[in-house]
């Protein structure tokens, strides 16, 4: 069993559509984290976040730390958010910075 | 510009051929790592480095060898170089902030 389960994998929308991408987990974290990849580019840090929400610009990310689940919100989506959007988990060493295990991604296409 | 740089950003090798992969950050951060993206699954830890002067094996290290160089470089090695390697091949580090990532690695084993 993975320990970090995105969904959906794969998501299209039309531009200026509300779009949400979900990450469970099952294992005891310090943090999560959502980062973007843009096709053959780099990968960006966007949150991390161990409590409630965070907000920038058009995305908002949220966390529920009891049903172990987050989700990545984009609000009036452009062409230039498709990516593929990962989810990443620190594992609870105790408080200390663990080690990251990663989704498979959410590959997102927003359509003009 | 802040960040992670590594070189080079494409390689091709033959199989048994060995290369070194450059990663150098000047975020004053202790923890670097390298991590293999494949097609289909997340990306997976090679190798970590906690601090300056210390490495630790993570998920996938068979046929790689690390050198933390210094507090700024962690350097990724394949001693002889197998079709199985061919991946993208991303640097981080880290500090209680967060992660930075280079902008990774496509190495192609033919």
């Known amino acids: 069993k993975n320990e970090v389960e995105q969904s959906p994998q794969n998501l299209t929308a039309q531009e200026g559509e509300f779009i949400t991408i979900n990450c469970s987990y099952s294992?005891?974290?310090?943090?999560l984290h959502w980062l973007q990849q843009h096709p053959g580019g780099g990968i960006v840090s966007l949150f991390m976040?161990?409590?409630g929400k965070k907000k920038h610009g058009r995305l908002i990310a949220t966390i529920n730390i009891q049903e172990k689940h987050s989700s990545l919100h984009i609000t009036a989506s452009h062409p230039r958010d498709s990516a593929v959007y990962i989810c990443?988990?620190?594992?609870?060493?105790?408080?200390?910075?663990?080690?990251?295990?990663f989704g498979k991604g959410t590959k997102l296409s927003v359509k003009p | 510009n802040a960040g992670v740089t590594q070189t080079p950003k494409f390689q091709v090798l033959k199989t048994g051929q060995s290369m070194t992969l450059q990663c150098a950050q000047d975020?004053?951060?202790?923890?670097m790592y390298w991590y293999r993206q494949d097609p289909g699954m997340g990306l997976r830890l090679i190798y970590y480095?906690?601090?300056?002067?210390?490495?630790d094996k993570g998920e996938v290290p068979n046929g790689y060898n690390v050198s933390r160089l210094n507090k700024r470089e962690f350097s990724l090695r394949l001693e002889s170089a197998a079709p199985s390697q061919t991946s993208v091949y991303f640097c981080?580090?880290?500090?209680?902030?967060?992660?930075?990532f280079g902008s990774g690695t496509r190495l192609t084993v033919v």
């Open positions: 480095s906690a601090s300056e002067g210390t490495t």
């Open positions: 975020m004053n951060h202790n923890s």
């Open positions: 990443a988990v620190g594992l609870d060493y105790g408080g200390s910075q663990g080690n990251l295990i």
């Open positions: 981080a580090s880290s500090e209680v902030a967060g992660y930075t």
């Open positions: 976040l161990s409590s």
């Open positions: 294992v005891g974290i310090s943090a």
